[in-house]
């Protein structure tokens, strides 16, 4: 390998030469968060539904005393009605 040519290249691309680094000025530049208005219903949403039972006792309180009692009937023409229209739900 030749020296000179080494020489010649480094000068092209002044590999020699060392610069400087400067810092940049510290401005005033901060990041920002901005929640869009569904983001915040989302949350609100969700706070509601962390505060509601997932069950409701009073119902179930009702209709057990029903049961127990022997009042509680169930319409069959209602029950048929529901299952018809949920199954043309799943199928949509």
Do not use: C, H, W
Not at 63 to 87: H, P
Request: proline share 1%.
């Amino acid at each position: 390998m030749r020296i000179d040519a080494y020489n010649k290249v480094s000068q092209i691309y002044n590999t020699s030469n060392v610069k400087k680094t400067t810092k940049a000025s510290s401005g005033s530049f901060s990041d920002k968060l901005e929640i869009s208005q569904k983001g915040k219903g989302y949350r609100i949403a969700k706070q509601i539904l962390a505060q509601t039972p997932e069950v409701r006792e009073d119902r179930i309180n009702e209709l057990k005393k029903q049961i127990e009692s022997g009042t509680y009937n169930v319409d069959m023409t209602e029950v048929a009605d529901k299952v018809v229209n949920r199954y043309f739900d799943e199928l949509a």
